[in-house]
């Protein structure tokens, strides 16, 4: 053999031996019993009927989606403001809440300013807007729809919801309470 055939053999063999591999997925599926690994019965989106619950059972457990006038209408708010309620609903507030409508609900928070999120008014939660003319149920209502900028956050669980809802209901009143009317300011001057 000529040392440039001797050369080439390997090469060639490497050659073969690619071209028998590749084809090995089309020999594969040739085989009947493989086949069924390749193609199983399944059922695509939409292909069939959604199956209706068998008579006589009871809907359980599964959220319904309200849009933010639904909520606003609709739900009432089935909490009382404990300590644990408010404890739960700080935690959450801190958690979803803070960057946007900041820590007391003012709207200040460190994600608004120049070159950030505008200061929107309805940012801020101590406005009258938002103690007098807000249900509980709207506010649960932005929760799980957002609007603009604010993302909605269905990840809080529907109970949760309710939970931060009284810890705005509680910024709300501490601020009314921390803020003296004008007249009182003028009481303090004359003490
Ligand atoms: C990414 C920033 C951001 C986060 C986080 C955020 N919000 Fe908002 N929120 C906004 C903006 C912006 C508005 C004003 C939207 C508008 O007026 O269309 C707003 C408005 C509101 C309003 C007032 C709506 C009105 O009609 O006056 C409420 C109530 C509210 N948010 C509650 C919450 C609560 C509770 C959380 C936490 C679960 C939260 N937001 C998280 C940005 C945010």
């Not at 040392?3 to 594969?28: M, N």
């Not at 801190?94 to 900041?102: A, D, S, T, W």
Request: glycine share 10%; with cysteine.
């Amino acid at each position: 053999m000529s040392p440039a055939r001797r050369r080439i053999r390997p090469l060639v063999l490497v050659l073969g031996l690619t071209v028998a591999l590749a084809g090995c997925d089309d020999q594969v599926k040739r085989v009947p019993w493989f086949k069924t690994m390749f193609r199983t019965a399944s059922v695509r989106t939409y292909e069939t009927e959604l199956t209706t619950p068998p008579e006589g059972t009871v809907f359980f457990g599964a959220p319904r989606h309200y849009d933010l006038l639904a909520a606003d209408t609709l739900l009432t708010n089935p909490l009382q403001p404990t300590p644990e309620v408010l404890e739960r609903g700080e935690v959450l507030f801190l958690q979803y809440c803070v960057m946007c409508h900041g820590e007391e609900g003012a709207g200040d928070g460190p994600v608004v300013g120049e070159n950030r999120l505008p200061p929107l008014p309805t940012l801020n939660l101590l406005s009258d807007r938002a103690m007098n003319d807000l249900s509980d149920g709207y506010i649960w209502g932005m929760i799980a729809n957002g609007r603009g900028v604010m993302p909605p956050y269905r990840r809080v669980p529907h109970e949760d919801r309710w939970q931060i809802v009284e810890y705005v209901r509680e910024l709300q009143t501490r601020s009314a309470g921390g803020a003296p009317t004008g007249s009182n300011d003028t009481q303090a001057g004359n003490e």
